[in-house]
Structure formats: structure tokens, C-alpha cells
Nanobody, 121 residues
Framework: QVQLVESGGGLVQPGGSLRLSCAAS????????MGWYRQAPGNQRDLVAT???????NYADSVKGRFTISRDNAKNTVYLQMNSLKHEDTAVYYC???????????????WGQGTQVTVSS
């Protein structure tokens, strides 16, 4: 069984910063992609940022220059440093990992339980 556990959400004022963490644990052979998505009330779940095992990074246009994704492969952990936060960044942030549990199994996607980020004065 694979688990993704997020931490680091909370309430922050506009212009402030937060750092999210997500640790993957369980029966993991290889993690290919890790990333963050977010979902605001009434909206679909949207990409925030992803990072693949080779280091390539992709950001949503709305967070470029403000958010930084990073990854510690030894710890199976992905981070999201969020700076210059805006009201519109308020959402539940979900961790995502694409991984295989052994060399014979195809890649599968896993989600964390989500962590609330609220930007408000």
C-alpha cells in the first residue's frame, strides 16, 4: 500500500509564504513524477507544478516566479515553496505521485488527502 502524506498548509496573509511537504511511503519501487495540484470550491482540480525524476519541472502560468517545487529522491518527498501568496491561491492542495510498486507493474497515480491553504487578511 502506498500513502502520500501532506503537511504545511494553513492560513497566511496576502504576500506571505508557506511551504508544503509530501512524503510517499509504502511499497514503492520507483517514483517517476511528483507534483502538486489544487482545487478551489466549485472549481476543477488544476495543475500547480510537477517535477519528474530527471529533474524537469513544469509550472502553471499563474504560479511561475512565485512557487518553487523541489524533490528529495532519497526521502521520496516533494516540496512546494509558495511565496507572494495571493487570495486566488486559496485552495485545497493535493500531492500527486506517479510510481510503480515493482519492476513488473505499470506506473500508477496516487493522491494525498489534501491540505488547505487559505490566503486572507
Amino acid at each position: 500500500q502506498v500513502q502520500l502524506v501532506e503537511s504545511g498548509g494553513g492560513l497566511v496573509q496576502p504576500g506571505g509564504s508557506l511551504r508544503l511537504s509530501c512524503a510517499a511511503s509504502g511499497s514503492i519501487f520507483t517514483i517517476y513524477t511528483m507534483g502538486w495540484y489544487r482545487q478551489a470550491p466549485g472549481n476543477q482540480r488544476d495543475l500547480v507544478a510537477t517535477i519528474i525524476s530527471g529533474g524537469n519541472i513544469n509550472y502553471a502560468d499563474s504560479v511561475k516566479g512565485r512557487f518553487t517545487i523541489s524533490r528529495d529522491n532519497a526521502k521520496n518527498t516533494v516540496y512546494l515553496q509558495m511565496n507572494s501568496l495571493k487570495h486566488e491561491d486559496t485552495a485545497v492542495y493535493y500531492c500527486y505521485a506517479e510510481l510503480s510498486i515493482n519492476r513488473h507493474r505499470a506506473r500508477e497515480g496516487y493522491w494525498g488527502q489534501g491540505t488547505q491553504v487559505t490566503v486572507s487578511s
